[in-house]
């Protein structure tokens, strides 16, 4: 979609383009919805980048929460938004053999007791080896704020994979 389509569509159907930009988060949407029309695409992504560094840490911390689990055998097939089914599908997560969905399971569980967060990962050019990988580095790491700060990494790094597939600029 192009920046001058994106900024005549009407705030309904900007809303619904763009609310798992972050996900499950429509009010990042909105509120960058109100700052249009965006000079370009870099433009539309700092703003949405803008939006989510001036929530509150319990806000960022829901929305981190609200990513789904990496590898779940049930969720890759049922409630997931779209993108996150595309983004799990083309690392290889939807093909896992039950030895890889058992690791994935266990780490996802460990990982929330541990941090109180989903492990969170910007799979887009990932394969299932590097998440594996990624999975047990983080999982060693004893600092919950240093992790916290990679989840909002990740989670930003997510949207904006998200925004520049939107936008054809």
Request: hydrophobic share 35%.
């Amino acid at each position: 979609m192009k920046i001058k389509n994106i900024n005549t569509l009407s705030i309904d159907n900007f809303i619904d383009t763009f609310k798992n930009i972050f996900e499950k988060t429509e009010l990042i949407a909105v509120l960058s919805e109100k700052k249009r029309p965006f000079s370009n695409k870099n433009n539309l992504i700092d703003t949405f980048m803008i939006e989510f560094d001036n929530l509150k840490d319990e806000e960022k911390k829901n929305i981190i929460k609200n990513h789904p689990d990496l590898g779940n055998k049930l969720k890759i097939k049922n409630n997931l938004t779209e993108m996150s089914i595309n983004e799990q599908k083309n690392a290889g997560l939807d093909n896992c053999t039950e030895e890889e969905y058992i690791f994935f399971s266990k780490k996802n569980n460990e990982f929330k007791l541990k941090f109180d967060l989903p492990f969170i990962f910007a799979v887009k050019g990932a394969n299932k080896t590097e998440i594996i990988t990624e999975f047990k580095r983080r999982l060693n790491n004893i600092d919950t704020k240093k992790e916290f700060a990679e989840s909002i990494k990740q989670v930003k790094k997510i949207a904006f994979f998200r925004l520049d597939e939107i936008i054809d600029e």
